[in-house]
């Protein structure tokens, strides 16, 4: 068929300029908790768009500013940023109750979150979490315990059989809620009625649950847009700043994680087109959080775990307290077989290193970086997790710096020590170390570059 002159060179103009915008990407490299509120808190000062693009209210950003700790779940770290829209994309997972009780918590706490309502944006593709989703999560992992001896530790918010309804196509969306109640509230029965189905002795409060539901709608009906126009006019229009806030981390991926040890999303790069609906050519850095350390929450193979004197003083030091569920944290040395794996699946540009002050009082620093099998080197990051509770790891080890990094603000402040092992590890992943986290507020993020 023929194509005019005007459609071709359309198409060459396409592919010859760049996005105007593009997003910039924090993703957690290990199995979460590596600090990433942190980083984004710090990116999202001069942000014009914060996004969370997948997982629930099982995620937990720790944020302070001017001495106040912000714990945030649903809500994006950036809603601090009093000029920044925050936007929760279609891929995100929303329990209302939740997404209200963690804003009046915050508002509590301090004058950060005042206005919140007025700058946050849900898209009205999202999926919700209704309550009975969080009741079967607990039946799941009470089953799963009592079959199998084991749980894989999920934080019992629903997450998981919210995205099965997802899966499974009788999920309930924003834009469901925000239409005709009527039609809602059949689908929600009939939603009800099918998990009472498969667990009959769940415990659900149809009535009661519709009643709160139609009361949070008209608090609701104001934030909802349409995701994906929101996120075309941004990406294709004036001059903004763009910041995608990544849940939960690499190892925690469905597809690439330590499964079945996982959560129930993408929480690698790809997740961030499919949860925002983001061209991926639009997509520009991606940061990856990497802790000093390891730490693992729940249950599931931890190659690197120091179940001795190390770990208890990593646990301590670190405060390595779980924030959505209050869980103690396994901890262990650095593992770069696995962060390597994950900057595969990723293309980290760089890489923020968090909590570097917690190894400050270590007279010697091991780093994991290479896995064994029954005495022959594994060539990869093995998909099988019968086979990582079998590897054994070799080590490099260095000599620490036994004095505090707190006070440092430039990568010339720090030890020699701390600086060779910052080093090794850019060495090691092929990857440079923009950020280096020595303490709890923003002013304690070095940036190097």
């Known amino acids: ?53 997948q997982g629930g209210n099982n995620a937990g950003h720790t944020v302070v500013v001017d001495s106040v700790e912000y714990d945030f779940h649903l ?49 009205d593709r999202a999926h919700i979490v209704f309550n009975f989703h969080q009741a079967v999560d607990g039946i799941q992992e009470q089953q799963r315990q009592q079959q199998e001896g084991k749980n894989l530790g999920t934080t019992k918010k629903g997450i998981g059989p919210a995205y099965s309804s997802k899966a ?85 991926d469905i597809d690439f994680g330590t499964y079945p040890f996982v959560t129930s999303s993408n929480c690698t790069v790809g997740g961030v087109c499919t949860g925002l609906g983001v061209p991926p050519s639009y997509v520009g850095r991606v940061y990856g959080v990497v802790k000093a350390y390891t730490t693992r929450v729940g249950v599931g193979a931890f190659p690197t775990e120091q179940d001795n004197e190390t770990g208890d003083l990593l646990q301590s030091r670190g405060r390595e307290i779980g924030v959505t569920t209050g869980r ?60 990582l509770t079998r590897v054994s790891v070799d080590y490099q080890t260095f000599p620490g710096w036994c004095c505090s990094t707190e006070d440092a603000r430039s990568f010339k402040d720090l030890p020699s020590q701390a600086q060779n092992y910052i080093q090794f590890i850019e060495d090691f992943l092929q990857v440079p170390v923009k950020w280096v986290g020595v303490g709890k507020s923003r002013e304690s993020m070095i940036k190097r570059f």
């Open 168 to 252: 499974a196509r009788n999920g309930l969306r924003v834009c469901d809620l925000v239409s005709d109640f009527k039609v809602f509230e059949e689908k929600f029965r009939m939603l009800a009625d099918h998990f009472l189905t498969m667990y009959p002795k769940l415990n659900v409060d149809i009535d009661g649950e519709l009643k709160q539901l139609k009361d949070y709608t008209e608090r609701l009906r104001p934030l909802v847009t349409d995701g994906v126009y929101f996120m075309h006019k941004a990406l294709n229009g004036p001059s903004k700043k763009i910041l995608v806030e990544g849940a939960n981390a690499a190892l925690l």
């Open 328 to 387: 103690r944290r396994r901890c262990g040395w650095l593992d770069l077989i696995l962060v390597r794996y994950a900057h595969m699946v990723n293309g980290f540009s760089a890489i923020a290193l968090t909590k570097l002050d917690i190894l400050d009082t270590l007279p010697e620093i091991k780093v994991g970086v290479a896995y064994k099998v029954d005495g022959k080197p594994l060539p990869s990051f093995p998909a099988n997790m019968d086979v």
């Open 1 to 53: 068929p023929h194509i005019t002159t005007e459609i071709q060179q359309l198409y060459y103009n396409n592919c010859t300029l760049c996005p105007r915008n593009k997003v910039t990407v924090v993703l957690g490299a290990q199995w979460g908790d590596e600090g990433k509120g942190k980083v984004v808190d710090l990116l999202a000062m001069d942000a014009d768009i914060v996004c969370r693009c």
């Open 75 to 123: 809500l994006p770290s950036g809603v601090l940023n009093k000029k920044a829209v925050s936007f929760i994309g279609n891929g995100v997972v929303i329990h209302l109750p939740g997404l209200f009780d963690e804003a009046e918590k915050n508002l509590q706490k301090g004058k950060g979150l005042q206005g919140w309502e007025e700058r946050l944006k849900i898209s």
